[in-house]
């Protein structure tokens, strides 16, 4: 059984990887536990997500992990389980314990951009009149999955880029086999032939170019002054 992880930033295209392999027969693929291939979706439901800015949610994310090699792996027909999620990269360390077998994909994106669509997701723009992310914890603010506001991260803006930089760092410390993919890369065939042979996957991803997230804004938001600062400050991991 092939097992793959993508991992990131969170606003990196980790939609994008983890549908695509959607295309290939065999393959059980979900993004942020979840299949947008009906028929997966329907027998599988979904999958709990894991928190990824709580230091009390080990035992939590540990039993979302084992919930998914029990309900995800080794079904009649399936030769690979494929997820895509931010909230992997900062627990690799359970994945290392669950899934040994584990391939990581790490998607990497400039942090500027990360950060301004962070921002602009998060301010509403695409959540109607709900105003917080629907998975925001209580005392968390918009987003409060991917960061908390402390006696350092004073905004927004200063959050999200902490959260790009501990998500990339944190690729360098786990043991599993991973391979580092540039988000602006991957509407090239030849990097989707890259991946295949790293996942170790046959198959072919028929339409490299493929957009999967509708709510996606159809204009390039300018980055702020703040999130230029705060990127400039905390970003400082390069591949």
């Not at 501990?166 to 410390?173: H, M, P, R």
């Amino acid at each position: 059984m092939i097992v793959v992880l993508a991992s990131g930033s969170g606003r990196c295209a980790t939609q994008t990887m983890g549908t695509q392999f959607g295309n290939i027969k065999g393959v059980l693929n979900f993004h942020e536990g979840r299949s947008l291939w009906q028929t997966v979706h329907k027998r599988y439901g979904i999958a709990p997500n894991l928190s990824c800015g709580n230091p009390d949610a080990r035992d939590y994310n540990l039993a979302a992990l084992r919930k998914r090699r029990n309900k995800f792996m080794g079904n009649p027909g399936q030769f690979a389980y494929v997820e895509s999620a931010h909230y992997f990269a900062l627990n690799l360390d359970l994945v290392e314990l669950v899934f040994p077998e584990a391939r990581i994909i790490h998607l990497y994106r400039d942090p500027v951009e990360v950060v301004t669509s962070y921002l602009f997701h998060a301010g509403g723009h695409i959540y109607g009149d709900r105003g917080k992310h629907p998975r925001a914890a209580h005392g968390w603010d918009n987003w409060g999955d991917c960061y908390r506001l402390d006696d350092h991260i004073k905004s927004r803006a200063e959050g999200f880029a902490q959260y790009w930089q501990d998500t990339n760092v944190a690729l360098s410390k786990t043991a599993l086999p991973r391979l580092l993919v540039q988000t602006n890369e991957l509407q090239s065939a030849k990097t989707w032939a890259m991946v295949l042979e790293f996942t170790g996957i046959e198959g072919e991803i028929p339409s490299p170019k493929s957009k999967f997230n509708a709510r996606s804004p159809k204009h390039k938001t300018q980055p702020t002054h703040e999130t230029l600062r705060a990127c400039e400050q905390i970003c400082t991991w390069r591949p």
